[in-house]
T-cell receptor, first 111, second 112 residues
Framework: DADVTQTPRNRITKTGKRIMLECSQT?????MYWYRQDPGLGLRLIYY???????NKGEISDGYSVSRQAQAKFSLSLESAIPNQTALYFC??????????FGPGTRLTVL | GDSVTQMEGPVTLSEEACLTI???????????LFWYVQYPGEGLQLLLK?????DKGSNKGFEATYRKKTTSFHLEKGSVQVSDSAVYFC???????????FGTGTRLTIIP
């Protein structure tokens, strides 16, 4: 079983719709991250959380929000999706002294 | 701020060829350096890492040496295989900072 899971794996939606991407982990890590990947830009950090009560903005948080419902769950929301949010979204987890472990990604298309 | 500059792709090589993917960085202090690999349809996996100057990370026949003088961490492999076809990302993590800064990625295709 995968240690870091993301749902859905693929999503097509329309401009203006609210979208939630979910991430769950069984690694017991306290730190969780959301990144987006765009061709030619690598991965950019959207939000990160060091524990359930700690939420921090990354370099591109505008247009996104997050919720850390439990240590193992970290959701990313697009309140009103727009086409330039079309991208591949990755969740990652870590603990002190460990590398970051990535989920398989969610491919989001906003029409 | 921190930044990573990575060799532009895509790179296409024949099987058994030598590989070098260049990576240079800008950071304050002494960062840890990483190479991640993304196989088709999958998330990123850590390939190798180095945490201090002159350290060499190695895994699956790949190597990279942390060069502080040239602020570089080039990825090398002596003989590539078709199964090495993937996107490779160089990344850094500054000391005391849990966030990773990624390069833009290099797509590698190995032809038989």
């Amino acid at each position: 079983d995968a240690d870091v899971t993301q749902t859905p794996r693929n999503r097509i939606t329309k401009t203006g719709k609210r979208i939630m991407l979910e991430c769950s982990q069984t690694k017991g890590h306290d730190r969780m991250y959301w990144y987006r990947q765009d061709p030619g830009l690598g991965l950019r950090l959207i939000y990160y959380s060091f524990d359930v009560k700690d939420i921090n903005k990354g370099e591109i948080s505008d247009g996104y929000s997050v919720s850390r419902q439990a240590q193992a769950k970290f959701s990313l929301s697009l309140e009103s999706a727009i086409p330039n949010q079309t991208a591949l979204y990755f969740c990652a987890t870590s603990s002190i002294g460990t590398e970051q472990f990535f989920g398989p990604g969610t491919r989001l298309t906003v029409l | 701020g921190d930044s990573v500059t990575q060799m532009e792709g895509p790179v296409t090589l024949s099987e058994e060829a030598c590989l070098t993917i260049n990576c240079t960085y800008t950071a304050t202090g002494y960062p840890s350096l990483f190479w991640y690999v993304q196989y088709p349809g999958e998330g990123l996996q850590l390939l190798l890492k180095a945490t201090k100057a002159d350290d060499k990370g190695s895994n699956k026949g790949f190597e990279a040496t942390y060069r502080k003088k040239t602020t570089s961490f080039h990825l090398e492999k002596g003989s590539v295989q078709v199964s090495d076809s993937a996107v490779y990302f160089c990344a850094l993590q500054s000391f005391g900072n849990e966030k990773l800064t990624f390069g833009t990625g290099t797509r590698l295709t190995i032809i038989p």
